[in-house]
């Protein structure tokens, strides 16, 4: 029991779950682009009270998270001011993303938003939803949106390992390890996918495996924190590796 404890503490110290940035007070804002409500949607049930969640709550208005994805919601959509098409989509994915490097992350939702709304077939809007709602630790939302990622470009390597990430953050083991699998296939180079799927490997109990990704990993530049080795190599060996 103490191992695993260890493990946990080693795999937050590996960033696999990672912590949100502490947000600026610029953060607190209704989204990037402005939200225009009706009154019909003004008294719609759900509304938080809470002002800062009633932030988040407004930033993705426009959107349903269904638990296998995200839609859009018609009705509210059109009660938002964005630009439509592929290059609006791809400025506000940029403009998400400088956001996010500031710390001003409902800023980052509502930008990416507008991303999606603006271009529904832009995987890279979905993604940047999730990135924004990791940094508001929105963590079950964020799977939705890369979960949407992953279906509209299957053949991104860096969105599958996002969405192994979000698995990862949501308990979801199997099928974390499922996606980096699925990520070092699209991409051999991966060394974060490689040292992700060591640890989760332990966790799962093959640890023969985890010793290969371990060793992948480091071939290609990466690697896994050296308390993990420790913890792997007491419950089993190096396969071929020389006795001391």
Not at 165 to 171: I, Q, V
Not at 220 to 229: A, D, E, K, N
């Amino acid at each position: 029991m103490k191992g695993m404890e260890l493990l946990a503490g080693v795999a937050l110290a590996a960033g696999l779950w990672g912590c949100a940035a502490r947000r600026a007070p610029e953060s607190y804002a209704n989204g990037a682009s402005p939200v225009s409500l009706s009154r019909e949607h003004e008294e719609e049930g759900g509304r938080p009270d809470d002002w800062e969640e009633r932030q988040v709550w407004l930033a993705r208005r426009g959107l349903e998270f269904t638990g296998d994805g995200v839609r859009i919601d018609e009705a509210l959509a059109r009660d938002l001011e964005y630009e439509p098409g592929p290059a609006a989509s791809r400025e506000r994915v940029s403009r998400s993303a400088e956001f996010l490097s500031h710390n001003a992350v409902i800023r980052a939702i509502g930008a990416a938003r507008d991303a999606v709304l603006a271009d529904r077939t832009n995987a890279s809007a979905y993604a940047a939803l999730g990135r924004a709602l990791i940094a508001e630790r929105e963590d079950d939302l964020a799977l939705d949106a890369y979960k949407t990622a992953s279906r509209l470009d299957p053949g991104s390597a860096p969105i599958r390992a996002a969405l192994g990430d979000a698995f990862n953050r949501n308990g979801e083991r199997e099928s974390a390890r499922s996606s980096y699998q699925q990520a070092v296939g699209l991409d051999p180079t991966d060394a974060k996918s490689f040292g992700r799927l060591a640890v989760l490997d332990y966790y799962l109990g093959d640890d023969l495996a985890a010793w290969r990704h371990a060793r992948e990993a480091e071939r290609l530049g990466g690697g896994v924190p050296p308390q993990f080795l420790v913890l792997l190599r007491e419950r089993t060996p190096e396969p071929g590796a020389t006795k001391p």
